[in-house]
């Protein structure tokens, strides 16, 4: 029997062979001009989606809301490269809690602790908690993540006229931009929002949708208003196994600031970073597990590893577009995408490899930022807007 060859994907593109060859011509141009190294190809199938708005004679209501969520996601991702070597922890809470309350204190507190870390902070850019960690942080080593509102929401003191300031329109674009740039998750007690973003961070994490990072809930000192949710969350979901067991492991509750610093440092003491090649979970580590260390791993870990085991390797040819990661060995292993929360767990067996679990990540060491970093391009999210 003859094998069957792999279906070749069509390629996307329009059904106009001039406008085709019209946009490649226009992508290569751009290319060109501003050089770097952007994949074109990528770019074309963008330019290809707009043109296919056109095609399918999409709702003007329809197009203002891609044309104003591509702008808000362009401009974000600008701003951020600049300091992409850079650890940043997003901290979440209420909006309306006073400068007197503990609550604003400790959130306070713990954004002096994490930049003394060599950490920035990423807030929502509003009063309450966010304006407490953003002052704690400081303007210099802080983004504001701002939502345009009818009401409150307006920037707070800190960063206002920052140009790590960003404004959204929607939700949406701001929920991708604090998960796809935190590498912590912090939360302080808050109204609806504050859950949101809590439960939408452990939902992406549970499901695959998003990377491993440290969520930590903080308390004010002896306070209950997260050791109450973590119960309900205990009680009731749980409870009725509407999550598992494991997926407990993805969240911390505290009433210590030092804890919560802690916490976010030791997720990242040894292990660094992870992706997928092809259907391989690398997993980036400061300290490589040694030959008994590993044969522990794999006994203990085996029930999530698909085929083969768990092994360690040099960085992979495929990895060449992260640098950063490149002195780093790796833990790799077929990972079956089910038990994230045990995930989680290796993630800290692998901590437990080094002595100083609390120590700042070597690429977490302070890092002087450049004011200026930003003024090579004045235009904004906000520009062309009716």
């Known amino acids: 029997m003859t094998a069957m060859k792999p279906k070749r994907r069509r390629r996307y593109e329009l059904r106009n062979p001039e406008l085709n060859r019209q946009i490649e011509e226009l992508v290569a141009g751009a290319q060109e001009e501003y050089g770097g190294d952007t994949d ?26 891609v044309n104003s969520a591509l702008k808000e996601l362009r401009h974000s991702f600008f701003v951020f490269a600049k300091f992409r070597h850079v650890r ?78 960003i404004n959204f329109r929607y939700f949406f674009t701001r929920k991708v931009m604090f998960v796809k740039e935190s590498h912590a998750i912090v939360l302080f007690p808050g109204g609806f929002g504050t859950h949101d973003e809590g439960f939408e961070a452990l939902t992406l994490m549970q499901t695959g949708k998003s990377e ?14 997260w050791k109450d949710w973590d119960e309900y969350v205990r009680s009731h979901l749980h409870a009725r196994g509407l999550i598992g067991d494991t997926d407990l492991s993805l969240y911390h509750v505290t009433d210590s600031i030092d804890d919560a610093v802690y916490r976010v440092l030791n997720f990242y003491s040894n292990y660094h970073s992870s992706r997928y090649v092809r259907d391989l979970l690398v997993m980036r580590v400061r300290t490589a597990p040694n030959g008994e260390q590993l044969a522990a791993l794999n006994e203990d870990f085996g029930d999530i590893v698909a085929k083969g085991k768990i092994e360690v390797s040099a960085a992979l040819p495929e990895e060449e577009d992260e640098p950063e990661a490149a002195g780093f060995p790796r833990v790799t292993l077929h990972f ?48 062309d807007e009716e």
């Open 336 to 383: 079956d995408r089910h038990g994230i929360g045990r995930l989680r767990q290796l993630v800290d067996r692998l901590n437990k490899l080094v002595k100083d679990k609390a120590s700042p990540p070597v690429d977490a060491a302070p890092h002087e930022i450049v004011p200026e970093a930003l003024s090579e391009e004045a235009e904004t999210a906000e520009e």
């Open 40 to 65: 074109g190809e990528l770019v074309r199938q963008i330019v290809v989606s707009t043109m296919r708005l056109v095609r399918d004679g999409a709702y003007r209501g329809d197009v203002k809301m």
């Open 88 to 165: 940043k922890v997003a901290v979440f809470g209420s909006a309306r809690t006073p400068t007197d309350h503990a609550d604003w204190q400790a959130a306070h507190a713990f954004a002096e602790k994490i930049v003394k870390a060599g950490w920035m902070v990423i807030t929502g850019a509003g009063d309450g908690i966010m304006g407490a960690a953003q002052g704690g942080a400081g303007a210099e080593r802080s983004f504001g993540v701002n939502i345009r509102l009818p009401f409150e929401q307006s920037a707070n003191e800190t960063i206002k006229g920052d140009k790590k300031l």
């Open 212 to 225: 491993l990072v440290p969520v930590v809930f903080v308390d004010e000192p002896g306070g209950s208003y």
